[in-house]
């Protein structure tokens, strides 16, 4: 029975390894960072180490992401990830061993986190630059990545319930525990696969060379360096309304936990909707030219809601700022996946990742600090509107950027060739 085309990348066997043993291990994790939130802020009582275990965790995609991608690019994708799961999966049996054992301190949790993190900078493009193996070339990846994105934003819907629930019933240990049997799946699915052996390229420069040239080939093209910097500035100036929510959820709709969870889960709700509106597609051609009205959609839904104190107008604009949020992503990473040379994938992904998670901590830090002095909602309607300008700049530039990659599109078959005669 033929597939739907939104779901065509599930033809490829070891795609769908992948998608569920991937599903399972990410919905672990979540649940394993709900229960270190839970335990951090119960054995010290300090929004400051909530907020220091984040920045631990999302801090190395912003340093190292791009000198693993060096790593990556020299290495066979299916073994990085065998290692970079097999140690997440000692870092969560630690964990695990530590509070069981009652020996765990919060500090353990934060330096957990660093651990976890750094295992992160290295897993994340290894995974990016592995979906093009998994589905057998170009064709399907836009589809892949799509799915794939879904499927990350997904469980942190259905994680964070399952480690709420598991938490309350059954102790905060196996918030942990689980995790680490999750793990099995992943590393079971990469056992399961059947891939043809990859002939890696000989490297004829350094380490600074081939990093230099991952920058070179992302930024040295207009059309590139335009999505990754709008990326960059959407992820800086919107993504940290995430850690604003709890005050927002308190003190602007006069609300508990549970109107924290539903303010939450509308960024998350819309963040999968435009996941599968992308799955949908069957080419990348418009989604450079889609970049701007995504990334201002996200920038004036949140400068609108910082403004609201009604929930019920609030959810709907959280919803179109996570949909923005994530489209400006997802059809930043398709376009360079997409387009990129088998020899660069992983640097390039490095530099994706980068731009995108590894400025939301500083982002968040910059938003907690304009916080205390402007006000949370104030400090979100600027971020928002910094982002519109950064929308508007890059549309600016948009007859120039589908003039320089209109070539390109036509040597890799996405647009016809030129008219000749």
Same mark, same amino acid.
């Given at each position: 029975?033929?597939?739907?085309?939104?779901?065509?990348?599930?033809?490829?066997?070891?795609?769908?390894?992948?998608?569920?043993?991937?599903?399972?291990?990410?919905?672990?994790?979540?649940?394993?960072?709900?229960?270190?939130?839970?335990?951090?802020?119960?054995?010290?009582?300090?929004?400051?180490?909530? /907020?220091?275990?984040?920045?631990?965790?999302?801090?190395?995609?912003?340093?190292?992401?791009?000198?693993?991608?060096?790593?990556?690019?020299?290495?066979?994708?299916?073994?990085?990830?065998?290692?970079?799961?097999?140690?997440?999966?000692?870092?969560?049996?630690?964990?695990?061993?530590?509070?069981?054992?009652?020996?765990?301190?919060?500090?353990?949790?934060?330096? /957990?986190?660093?651990?976890?993190?750094?295992?992160?900078?290295?897993?994340?493009?290894?995974?990016?630059?592995?979906?093009?193996?998994?589905?057998?070339?170009?064709?399907?990846?836009?589809?892949?990545?799509?799915?794939?994105?879904?499927?990350?934003?997904?469980?942190?819907?259905?994680?964070?319930?399952?480690?709420? $629930?598991?938490?309350?019933?059954?102790?905060?240990?196996?918030?942990?525990?689980?995790?680490?049997?999750?793990?099995? $799946?992943?590393?079971?699915?990469?056992?399961?696969?059947?891939?043809?052996?990859?002939?890696?390229?000989?490297? $004829?420069?350094?380490?600074?060379?081939?990093?230099?040239?991952?920058?070179?080939?992302?930024? /040295?093209?207009?059309?590139?360096?335009?999505?990754?910097?709008?990326?960059?500035?959407?992820?800086?100036?919107?993504?940290?309304?995430?850690?604003?929510?709890?005050?927002?959820?308190?003190?602007?709709?006069?609300?508990?936990?549970?109107?924290?969870?539903?303010?939450?889960?509308?960024?998350?709700?819309?963040?999968?909707?435009?996941?599968?509106?992308?799955?949908?597609?069957?080419?990348?051609?418009?989604?450079?030219?889609?970049?701007?009205?995504?990334?201002?959609?996200?920038?004036?839904?949140?400068?609108?809601?910082?403004?609201?104190?009604?929930?019920?107008?609030?959810?709907?604009?959280?919803?179109?700022?996570?949909?923005?949020?994530?489209?400006?992503?997802?059809?930043?990473?398709?376009?360079?996946?997409?387009?990129?040379?088998?020899?660069?994938?992983?640097?390039? $992904?490095?530099?994706?990742?980068?731009?995108?998670?590894?400025?939301?901590?500083?982002?968040?830090?910059?938003?907690?600090?304009?916080?205390?002095?402007?006000?949370?909602?104030?400090?979100?309607?600027?971020?928002?509107?910094?982002?519109?300008?950064?929308?508007?700049?890059?549309?600016?530039?948009?007859?120039?950027?589908?003039?320089?990659?209109?070539?390109?599109?036509?040597?890799?078959?996405?647009?016809?060739?030129?008219?000749?005669?």
């Amino acid at each position: 029975m033929a597939l739907p085309q939104s779901l065509r990348a599930f033809q490829h066997r070891n795609y769908r390894l992948y998608f569920f043993g991937q599903g399972t291990s990410q919905i672990g994790t979540w649940m394993q960072l709900i229960a270190t939130s839970w335990l951090i802020y119960r054995l010290s009582g300090s929004a400051f180490l909530l /907020g220091l275990a984040a920045f631990a965790l999302q801090i190395s995609f912003l340093v190292l992401a791009p000198v693993a991608g060096v790593l990556v690019d020299r290495m066979v994708k299916r073994r990085v990830l065998y290692a970079t799961q097999g140690t997440a999966l000692v870092q969560s049996l630690v964990m695990f061993t530590l509070v069981v054992s009652g020996r765990i301190e919060a500090w353990h949790l934060v330096a /957990g986190n660093l651990v976890l993190g750094i295992v992160n900078a290295f897993d994340s493009p290894a995974r990016q630059s592995f979906l093009v193996e998994l589905v057998g070339g170009r064709e399907d990846l836009p589809n892949a990545i799509a799915l794939s994105s879904g499927l990350m934003n997904g469980a942190r819907f259905v994680g964070p319930t399952i480690g709420g $629930a598991v938490i309350a019933t059954a102790g905060v240990a196996w918030g942990f525990g689980l995790n680490s049997v999750s793990y099995l $799946a992943v590393l079971g699915a990469l056992a399961a696969m059947r891939t043809s052996r990859r002939t890696l390229e000989p490297r $004829a420069g350094g380490w600074a060379g081939e990093l230099l040239a991952g920058f070179r080939y992302a930024y /040295g093209f207009l059309p590139t360096r335009s999505a990754l910097l709008l990326l960059a500035a959407v992820s800086f100036f919107v993504q940290p309304y995430q850690s604003l929510m709890p005050w927002f959820a308190k003190e602007a709709f006069h609300g508990t936990s549970a109107t924290l969870g539903m303010l939450i889960g509308a960024g998350g709700f819309g963040a999968v909707s435009g996941m599968i509106y992308l799955a949908t597609l069957n080419s990348i051609r418009g989604l450079l030219r889609r970049l701007p009205l995504a990334a201002g959609t996200a920038g004036l839904a949140l400068t609108a809601f910082s403004f609201t104190h009604e929930l019920r107008f609030a959810l709907p604009l959280i919803f179109l700022t996570g949909m923005g949020i994530m489209l400006t992503a997802a059809s930043t990473n398709t376009v360079l996946q997409t387009i990129v040379e088998d020899r660069l994938r992983a640097r390039v $992904a490095a530099l994706y990742i980068m731009a995108f998670l590894g400025m939301s901590p500083l982002g968040a830090l910059l938003a907690g600090t304009l916080s205390h002095y402007i006000s949370p909602p104030l400090t979100l309607a600027l971020g928002g509107l910094c982002a519109v300008a950064a929308a508007a700049t890059y549309a600016s530039k948009l007859p120039a950027i589908r003039r320089e990659i209109r070539p390109l599109y036509q040597r890799l078959g996405i647009l016809p060739p030129p008219e000749t005669g």
